[in-house]
Every structure is written in C-alpha cells, then in structure tokens.
T-cell receptor
Framework: EAGVTQFPSHSVIEKGQTVTLRCDPISGHDNLYWYRRVMGKEIKFLLHFVKESKQDESGMPNNRFLAERTGGTYSTLKVQPAELEDSGVYFC??????????????FGPGTRLTVL | KNQVEQSPQSLIILEGKNCTLQCNYTVSPFSNLRWYKQDTGRGPVSLTI?????NTKSNGRYTATLDADTKQSSLHITASQLSDSASYIC?????????????FGQGTTLQVKP
C-alpha cells in the first residue's frame, strides 16, 4: 500500500513568487493534515481537512496561505506571495478517523521550501 | 498554553547501549501521547501511542512510559543499533471531538556510534 506522498520534495523560489505544494494521502483516508517545521522550531499544525471540508484551520499563519482539497482526495497548499519566513519543511499527514485526539497519522516525507 | 518539552536536545551513545529520552507536556485536556521517530529527510513515523489509562507501551526495543499525573513521558531504547540514529519526537493530542490536531515537541536528536 502506498504511503502519503508529497510533491515536490524540494522547492527554491524567490520572495514574492508563488509556490504550490501537493499532498496525496493514503487511499481511503478522509482526514488530511498539513504541518510545517521552520528552522530550529518544532513541527506545527497548519490545518485539518475531513474529506473536502476544512475542519480546523487554526494554525494557518496568514492569508498568504491557501489550502484546498477538491473532491476530497489530494490536497494543495499554495503560498502567495512567498516571504522569507515561509522557508521550512511542509509535512502532510493522513488518518482514517479523527476526533477525540485522532487516530494514527501517517506522514509524508515533506516538501522543503526555501524562499530566497 | 499547550506545550511539549523534550530533553535532552541531543544525545550520543555507543551501539548496544541503552538510553532514555524525556518528555514533559502541559497539554489540556489530554487525549493521548505519541512518540515518533524521524529519520533525516523523511517524515515522522509513529512508534507508540498511549492514552490516559496506559502507563507503558512497547514496540520492539522501544518502550514508552506515561505518568498522566505528573504529565511526563519517557522513551527507553534498549540495545541501541546504528539505525536508531534519528530524531525522536514526543507528540501530544488534546481531547477534541472534531479535530486530530497534534502538538509537537522539538525532538531529541540521537546519534548511535559504532
């Protein structure tokens, strides 16, 4: 069974440009999460989808970040326009169920974003 | 404020030795505590998940303990191997009926030397 996949693995862009990250969850997992780790900090929650609906987007840093999950399958995270502080590793995770603390979340390998 | 703190920040041990990593949390209301292993360039992989009522859980050479009263957890690695070199992250989930949001510690970087 394929795990969570993310594309691209690395992205280097200039400040002000737009970048779109993609996540394909494990097939059948309704729950999809985005997390981010900036240099020297812990991994932090960004948002949680249940199918195509945003269940919790309390971790999204600002309106330059837009996450979508059309059709409830793969998800994209767009950063527009990118700023230097957006650099970090963006992880996607998926789980079968959530609620009450959630079920086991399976993580993708991450996308390393560098904004110059 | 919900927080997870880990110690030590980094650790070097010789192959075959045991080690224990610590985690303190202030997440409330508490749902469960997880330990993840993250190899360089990869995503975190779950080692153990413990709920409020569980004091200990093992996964091969990994044994996690939980004291919900003192809000402390530990991860004990027995007979370490070179492949155990990785970052070990303590993660706590707050109780909620509708979200699977996880709160991460900064991790302990373990290096196992031959």
């Amino acid at each position: 069974e394929a795990g969570v996949t993310q594309f691209p693995s690395h992205s280097v862009i200039e400040k002000g440009q737009t970048v779109t990250l993609r996540c394909d969850p494990i097939s059948g997992h309704d729950n999809l999460y985005w997390y981010r780790r900036v240099m020297g900090k812990e991994i932090k929650f960004l948002l949680h989808f249940v199918k195509e609906s945003k269940q919790d987007e309390s971790g999204m840093p600002n309106n330059r970040f837009l996450a979508e999950r059309t059709g409830g399958t793969y998800s994209t995270l767009k950063v527009q326009p990118a700023e230097l502080e957006d650099s970090g590793v963006y992880f996607c995770a998926s789980s079968l169920i959530s609620g009450r603390g959630g079920n086991e979340q399976f993580f993708g390998p991450g996308t390393r974003l560098t904004v110059l | 404020k919900n927080q997870v703190e880990q110690s030590p920040q980094s650790l070097i041990i010789l192959e075959g030795k045991n080690c224990t990593l610590q985690c303190n949390y202030t997440v409330s209301p508490f749902s469960n505590l997880r330990w993840y292993k993250q190899d360089t360039g990869r995503g975190p992989v779950s080692l153990t998940i413990m709920t409020f009522s569980e004091n200990t859980k093992s996964n091969g050479r990994y044994t996690a303990t939980l004291d919900a009263d003192t809000k402390q957890s530990s991860l004990h690695i027995t007979a370490s191997q070179l492949s155990d070199s990785a970052s070990y992250i303590c993660v706590v989930s707050a109780y909620s009926s509708n979200t699977g949001k996880l709160i991460f510690g900064q991790g302990t970087t373990l290096q196992v030397k031959p």
